[in-house]
C-alpha cells in the first residue's frame, strides 16, 4: 500500500498589525499554504500558525521579523500583508494561481490608490508596474535568496517608516522592473495612508510623514557605495536614478535635484546634469498633458519566462 504524498506548501503568508486585524487572516493556515502573524497591540493565537507579539517594532522591523521566522522553511513565495487589505476583485487563491503561473520574480494585486492614479494599463491583466504599493507583497524564493530587496531598510525608522517602503520601491523598479508581474484582474484597497506626520488610523502605531530633508536623506542614502540593509549588497547609483514614483510633489523634488548644479563638477559631468534635467523636464510636460486624461505611459506587458507575451491585452 503506497503512501498518501501530502500537498506541498508554496506559500507563506506574513502579515502584522492590530490583533483583531490580523485574525482575519486564520484562514491562510491551510495544507497548502502557512500563516506567519505579529500583533503589537495583544498576543493572539491561531491555531498552527507562527505569531510573535512585539509592541515596540516599527513596520519594516516588524516584517524583517516575519521574514525571518518564515525562512525556517522553504516557500515559492513569502507574500507580505498588511492587516488592512481588502479583496475588492478576486481573492487569494486567484492570486496563488497567477503567481504559479507566471512565476514573477516579485508579484502584486493591482491596488485602489494606484488604479485611481491612472497608473495601470487597462487592456492589460498582467502588466509590469508604473508604482507599488507594500500593501501586498508576493516575494519568489529567488528574490528572497537575492537578499537584495528584503529585508527592508530600517535606517530611517526614527523619521518615518514610509521611507522604508519608499527605498523598497525604489530597488524593486529601478533593478527588477522587468520581472515584476502586476495582476491587474486581482485588485485590493489600502484604505489607509499616513503620509502625513502625526496622521494615524485609530488604534495603529504606524509613524508617517514625509518631508524634503528626509527624501533627501534617502537620496543621499541610495548613493552610498554599498548600501547594506540587513544582508543584500547594492550596486552605487546615481543621483538620476532616484525618481519617487508615488507623489507629484516627490516627482518635482526630483526634478529640482537634477536642475541643482552649484556642485563644482567638470564639464562632461555638468553637460550630463544637465541633459538629465531637460529628459525630466519633457517627462514633467507629458505628465501635465497625459495625467489628467489618465492616459497610461511606461506600461508594459509582463513576459512569462518562456519569453511569451501575457494574455489579456485587448
Given at each position: 500500500?503506497?503512501?498518501?504524498?501530502?500537498?506541498?506548501?508554496?506559500?507563506?503568508?506574513?502579515?502584522?498589525?492590530?490583533?483583531?486585524?490580523?485574525?482575519?487572516?486564520?484562514?491562510?493556515?491551510?495544507?497548502?499554504?502557512?500563516?506567519?502573524?505579529?500583533?503589537?497591540?495583544?498576543?493572539?493565537?491561531?491555531?498552527?500558525?507562527?505569531?510573535?507579539?512585539?509592541?515596540?517594532v516599527s513596520w519594516a522591523g516588524g516584517r524583517n521579523?516575519?521574514?525571518?521566522?518564515?525562512?525556517?522553511?522553504?516557500?515559492?513565495?513569502?507574500?507580505?500583508?498588511?492587516?488592512?487589505?481588502?479583496?475588492?476583485?478576486?481573492?487569494?487563491?486567484?492570486?496563488?494561481?497567477?503567481?504559479?503561473?507566471?512565476?514573477?520574480?516579485?508579484?502584486?494585486?493591482?491596488?485602489?490608490?494606484?488604479?485611481?492614479?491612472?497608473?495601470?494599463?487597462?487592456?492589460?491583466?498582467?502588466?509590469?508596474?508604473?508604482?507599488?504599493?507594500?500593501?501586498?507583497?508576493?516575494?519568489?524564493?529567488?528574490?528572497?535568496?537575492?537578499?537584495?530587496?528584503?529585508?527592508?531598510?530600517?535606517?530611517?525608522?526614527?523619521?518615518?517608516?514610509?521611507?522604508?517602503?519608499?527605498?523598497?520601491?525604489?530597488?524593486?523598479?529601478?533593478?527588477?522592473?522587468?520581472?515584476?508581474?502586476?495582476?491587474?484582474?486581482?485588485?485590493?484597497?489600502?484604505?489607509?495612508?499616513?503620509?502625513?506626520?502625526?496622521?494615524?488610523?485609530?488604534?495603529?502605531?504606524?509613524?508617517?510623514?514625509?518631508?524634503?530633508?528626509?527624501?533627501?536623506?534617502?537620496?543621499?542614502?541610495?548613493?552610498?557605495?554599498?548600501?547594506?540593509?540587513?544582508?543584500?549588497?547594492?550596486?552605487?547609483?546615481?543621483?538620476?536614478?532616484?525618481?519617487?514614483?508615488?507623489?507629484?510633489?516627490?516627482?518635482?523634488?526630483?526634478?529640482?535635484?537634477?536642475?541643482?548644479?552649484?556642485?563644482?563638477?567638470?564639464?562632461?559631468?555638468?553637460?550630463?546634469?544637465?541633459r538629465e534635467a531637460l529628459r525630466q523636464l519633457g517627462s514633467l510636460l507629458l505628465?501635465?498633458?497625459?495625467?489628467?486624461?489618465?492616459?497610461?505611459?511606461?506600461?508594459?506587458?509582463?513576459?512569462?519566462?518562456?519569453?511569451?507575451?501575457?494574455?489579456?491585452?485587448?
Open positions: 500500500m503506497t503512501r498518501r504524498s501530502q500537498p506541498r506548501t508554496l506559500f507563506a503568508y506574513l502579515v502584522q498589525g492590530r490583533s483583531e486585524m490580523v485574525e482575519r487572516f486564520s484562514g491562510l493556515q491551510c495544507e497548502t499554504s502557512d500563516l506567519f502573524f505579529l500583533t503589537y497591540d495583544e498576543e493572539l493565537k491561531i491555531p498552527d500558525a507562527c505569531g510573535i507579539y512585539d509592541p515596540e521579523k516575519l521574514l525571518e521566522l518564515a525562512q525556517t522553511r522553504a516557500y515559492d513565495y513569502l507574500v507580505f500583508l498588511d492587516d488592512d487589505v481588502k479583496f475588492t476583485l478576486g481573492s487569494f487563491s486567484e492570486f496563488e494561481r497567477l503567481l504559479k503561473r507566471y512565476r514573477p520574480y516579485v508579484g502584486i494585486p493591482l491596488v485602489d490608490e494606484i488604479q485611481r492614479s491612472g497608473r495601470w494599463c487597462p487592456r492589460l491583466d498582467v502588466q509590469v508596474p508604473v508604482a507599488l504599493d507594500q500593501i501586498v507583497q508576493a516575494f519568489s524564493s529567488d528574490a528572497v535568496k537575492d537578499g537584495t530587496l528584503i529585508p527592508y531598510s530600517t535606517d530611517f525608522d526614527q523619521m518615518s517608516w514610509w521611507y522604508s517602503c519608499e527605498i523598497n520601491q525604489h530597488q524593486i523598479l529601478s533593478k527588477f522592473r522587468e520581472k515584476v508581474a502586476q495582476f491587474n484582474s486581482i485588485r485590493v484597497t489600502n484604505s489607509v495612508h499616513s503620509w502625513n506626520e502625526g496622521v494615524v488610523a485609530p488604534g495603529s502605531s504606524y509613524k508617517g510623514g514625509v518631508t524634503r530633508e528626509g527624501l533627501r536623506e534617502v537620496r543621499d542614502f541610495l548613493l552610498q557605495d554599498s548600501v547594506t540593509p540587513g544582508k543584500g549588497p547594492w550596486e552605487k547609483l546615481g543621483q538620476e536614478d532616484f525618481i519617487p514614483q508615488v507623489h507629484h510633489h516627490q516627482f518635482l523634488a526630483s526634478l529640482r535635484g537634477s536642475l541643482s548644479l552649484t556642485t563644482p563638477v567638470n564639464l562632461r559631468k555638468r553637460l550630463r546634469k544637465l505628465y501635465s498633458l497625459f495625467w489628467r486624461k489618465r492616459r497610461v505611459l511606461l506600461c508594459l506587458p509582463f513576459r512569462e519566462r518562456a519569453g511569451h507575451d501575457c494574455e489579456g491585452g485587448k
